[in-house]
């Protein structure tokens, strides 16, 4: 699946994904097939961090 290179679209991207579709970060990683690294730099550019907790970059 291509995903947005945009880091304040891939914020926006991913988080609804997560909320809508995935109990974690890893499992929405392994069924897109990308890197769970590349998606945490990336959004940690425009300082955001995974929030297991809740599920959701913050």
């Not at 991913?14 to 392994?30: E, M």
């Amino acid at each position: 699946m291509n995903i947005p290179s945009d880091p304040a679209i891939l914020l926006s991207f991913i988080n609804t994904k997560l909320r809508d579709f995935y109990p974690d970060l890893h499992s929405l990683c392994s069924d897109l097939g990308v890197e769970e690294e590349d998606i945490r730099s990336s959004l940690a550019s425009i300082d955001y961090e995974y929030s297991p907790e809740q599920n959701q970059f913050i």
